[in-house]
T-cell receptor
Framework: AQKVTQAQTEISVVEKEDVTLDCVYETRDTTYYLFWYKQPPSGELVFLIR??????QNEISGRYSWNFQKSTSSFNFTITASQVVDSAVYFCALSDYTGNQFYFGTGTSLTVIP | GAVVSQHPSRVICKSGTSVKIECRSL??????MFWYRQFPKQSLMLMATSNEGSKATYEQGVEKDKFLINHASLTLSTLTVTSAHPEDSSFYIC???????????FGEGSRLTVL
C-alpha cells in the first residue's frame, strides 16, 4: 500500500540555520512521483518540486535542496539559511504514474524564529 | 503557469443550508479534478475524484449524498455541501489534472465555517 511518513510533526529553528525535513514513502509501484508542497498560514498549497522515480539526482533550487534516495525510500528536503518566511507546513506527497492516486504525508510544521 | 481557482475562498453559513464551492482551471483543460478536505493541523484527505461528464468516485467513508460533486465541463468542477452542519466546517481544496501533460495543480482552498 502507498504511504508517506513525515515523522517530524513540528520543527523550530532560529533564522539562518539549516533545516532538513524528512520524508519516507512506501509503494509497490516501480513508476511513481514524489512531491513537496508548502502550505503557509493562508492555506494555499505551493508546489515546490516533483520528482519521478527514475530520477535520483539531487536537486538544488536557491536555498532549497532535495535528496532522493531510492534505497531508503526517502525524499528529504533541506532549507539552507532559513528565513522567517519559510515558516509554514510542508507536505511530502506520493502519486502513482497516472497522478490519480495522490497520498500526502501528515505534514511538518516549520517555525523559523527571528 | 497553470492556475486553478477556487471560489469562494471563505464562506460562513448557517446550519442546514447548502454551500457550493467552485474549482476552475483557468488556462487549461482538466479531465480529472480531485477534492480534498483538510482538518486543522492535519493532512489533506482525498474525498472524491471527478471526471468530466461522469459521476464522481468517492473515497470510502465520504457521503456522496452529503458532498455532491459535479464536473460539467473540462474547466469546472463544483462541490456542494448539502444541509451543512458544524462538523462540516473544514478547509476544502481542489486539484485539477492537466489534460495533455497530466500535471496536477491545486486551488487556493476554500474555508467553510458552519454556524
Amino acid at each position: 500500500a502507498q504511504k508517506v511518513t513525515q515523522a517530524q510533526t513540528e520543527i523550530s529553528v532560529v533564522e539562518k540555520e539549516d533545516v532538513t525535513l524528512d520524508c519516507v514513502y512506501e509503494t509497490r509501484d516501480t513508476t511513481y512521483y514524489l512531491f513537496w508542497y508548502k502550505q503557509p498560514p493562508s492555506g494555499e498549497l505551493v508546489f515546490l518540486i516533483r520528482r519521478n522515480s527514475f530520477d535520483e539526482q539531487n536537486e538544488i533550487s536557491g536555498r532549497y535542496s532535495w535528496n532522493f534516495q531510492k534505497s531508503t525510500s526517502s525524499f528529504n528536503f533541506t532549507i539552507t539559511a532559513s528565513q522567517v518566511v519559510d515558516s509554514a507546513v510542508y507536505f511530502c506527497a506520493l502519486s502513482d504514474y497516472t497522478g490519480n492516486q495522490f497520498y500526502f504525508g501528515t505534514g511538518t510544521s516549520l517555525t523559523v524564529i527571528p | 503557469g497553470a492556475v486553478v481557482s477556487q471560489h469562494p475562498s471563505r464562506v460562513i453559513c448557517k446550519s442546514g443550508t447548502s454551500v457550493k464551492i467552485e474549482c476552475r482551471s483557468l488556462d487549461f483543460q482538466a479531465t480529472t479534478m480531485f477534492w480534498y478536505r483538510q482538518f486543522p493541523k492535519q493532512s489533506l484527505m482525498l474525498m472524491a475524484t471527478s471526471n468530466e461528464g461522469s459521476k464522481a468516485t468517492y473515497e470510502q467513508g465520504v457521503e456522496k449524498d452529503k458532498f455532491l460533486i459535479n464536473h460539467a465541463s473540462l474547466t469546472l468542477s463544483t462541490l456542494t455541501v448539502t444541509s451543512a452542519h458544524p462538523e462540516d466546517s473544514s478547509f476544502y481544496i481542489c486539484s485539477a489534472k492537466r489534460q495533455n501533460t497530466g500535471e496536477l495543480f491545486f486551488g487556493e482552498g476554500s474555508r467553510l465555517t458552519v454556524l
